[in-house]
């Protein structure tokens, strides 16, 4: 393990390894889901948390620009007396360098976008010890291919990110959130379709199911009702999100939803967010001797009431104990469900209905992963979704990476 404290330090671990055709894996927090940082054929695990610096904030052009150890958790914390918010929210604490690295997103992404959307420059150290920089301050660019965009979510295949610019909003002026129960997880789906439909400037729009509802009550000591449930999120002005949530109730009870409760005040937002944010560690505590095994496919929206009731009686079918939660308002979701990983039978079970559920997908036009990326879990899925692709993608890595030396064995088996 290395942890190189400057760009300087990096170029020379790279140089290093690359002579010598050691494996370097690039390391944030740890907290990405697809085996992306397990050293599979050893080598350097390369730190990055003593590079953790907020280099520069430009409040006035909206730009920011990190090294990659910081957390988003930290940059909003130096951002929010500024009156400034940085968007992507996964529900770890994770780095700038893995999120960028894994094109992460989370519940703003609806109406903010992915990583992809907010990284405007990198400073990259390539395997061979050669740093280069992509992009710039600017909130556009026609110029040239836009490497920016190649390198996001690379996940440690391609470089290592030294340095990211990136794009910060304003702290919209009103929020509010909403808690809205339904009959079932497929009305819960059409309402979730029908309120992006709308045309409304929607913030969050996140499902948790009956059984994700009754981890979370167990784990954070709550009583949200056990049933399907929207948690939404409005802001702008506030006259606007008045409007918009009075458009969303008409829309829920429409669909059978039976309570619509709000959580105007600050403190009541981060509770209910919190109670989102956890429900992956609250889903893995129903059992914590096994581990959970993430789905995180990603739908056109119009499918996504169907590719829901799919999903359910897929883990029924499977006798699975699962749990289904996700940003439905892009399409994206999450089966969880227990696995013992020593157990070769209770694996292959798993994987049967990870690949039908990523069939499902695939077959209307999604993708494997919305957000956690390949790692080593979901390459035997690229072939299929990428088909023809992937060989340009190969050429690209030999490229940037002729020894193989980055990240070997993710995103290509
Ligand atoms: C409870 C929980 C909730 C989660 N919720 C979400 C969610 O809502 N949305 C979401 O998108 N993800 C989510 N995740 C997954 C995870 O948080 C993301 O994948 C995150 O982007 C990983 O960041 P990290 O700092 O932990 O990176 P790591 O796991 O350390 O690394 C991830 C990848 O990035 C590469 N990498 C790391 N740093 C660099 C660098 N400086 N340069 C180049 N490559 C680098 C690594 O080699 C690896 O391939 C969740 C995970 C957990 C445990």
């Not at 969303?248 to 619509?260: D, K, P, V």
């Not at 996504?304 to 883990?315: G, K, S, W």
Request: charged share 25%.
């Amino acid at each position: 393990m290395v942890f190189p404290k400057s760009r300087d330090e990096v170029v020379q671990v790279l140089r290093f390894a690359n002579e010598r055709g050691i494996p370097v894996v690039p390391f944030g927090q740890g907290s990405s889901l697809e085996g992306h940082t397990i050293p599979r054929q050893g080598g350097i695990s390369l730190d990055t948390r003593l590079m953790g610096g907020i280099l520069d904030i430009r409040p006035e052009d909206f730009v920011a620009r990190v090294e990659p150890g910081v957390t988003h958790g930290k940059l909003n914390a130096s951002l929010e007396e500024r009156g400034l918010f940085f968007p992507v929210d996964p529900g770890w604490d994770a780095s700038i360098g893995g999120m960028a690295a894994t094109n992460a997103s989370g519940t703003n992404a609806v109406r903010y976008g992915a990583m992809k959307d907010q990284v405007l420059g990198l400073e990259i150290v390539l395997a061979d010890g050669t740093v280069m920089r992509t992009g710039g301050m600017a909130m556009k660019s026609s110029a040239g291919y836009n490497l920016t965009g190649l390198f996001v979510g690379s996940e440690g295949t391609l470089g290592v990110f030294t340095q990211i610019t990136l794009r910060l909003y304003p702290i919209p002026e009103y929020v509010l959130a909403a808690r809205a129960v339904f009959p079932d997880i497929e009305a819960a789906g059409r309402a979730a379709v029908a309120t992006i439909r709308s045309g409304m400037r929607i913030g969050r729009v996140e499902l948790v199911d009956a059984r994700t509802v009754e981890a979370v009550n167990a784990y954070k000591g709550a009583d949200y009702a056990v049933s399907a449930t929207l948690f939404l999120e409005f802001s702008g002005s506030e006259a606007s999100v008045e409007e918009d949530v009075e458009k969303a109730r008409g829309i829920a009870e429409a669909e059978g939803c039976s309570t619509f409760e709000f959580e105007s005040d600050e403190a009541g937002r981060k509770r209910l967010w919190e109670a989102r944010h956890e429900a992956g560690i609250a889903i893995k505590e129903l059992h914590p001797e096994a581990k959970p095994m993430t789905t995180d496919v990603c739908v056109p929206v119009s499918d996504l009431p169907d590719a829901l009731r799919h999903a359910r009686e897929t883990i029924e079918s499977y006798g699975l104990d699962g749990a289904i939660l996700g940003h439905v308002g892009d399409g994206n979701y999450h089966a969880v469900f227990p696995v013992d990983p020593e157990d070769d039978e209770d694996l292959a079970r798993a994987e049967r209905v990870n690949a039908e559920i990523v069939g499902y997908a695939l077959a209307r036009g999604g993708t494997s992963t919305g957000e956690h990326g390949v790692g080593f879990g979901k390459t035997k899925h690229l072939e299929k979704e990428h088909g023809d692709s992937l060989q340009f993608m190969r050429e690209i890595k030999k490229l940037a990476d002729p020894n193989g030396i980055m990240n070997p064995g993710k995103i290509f088996s």
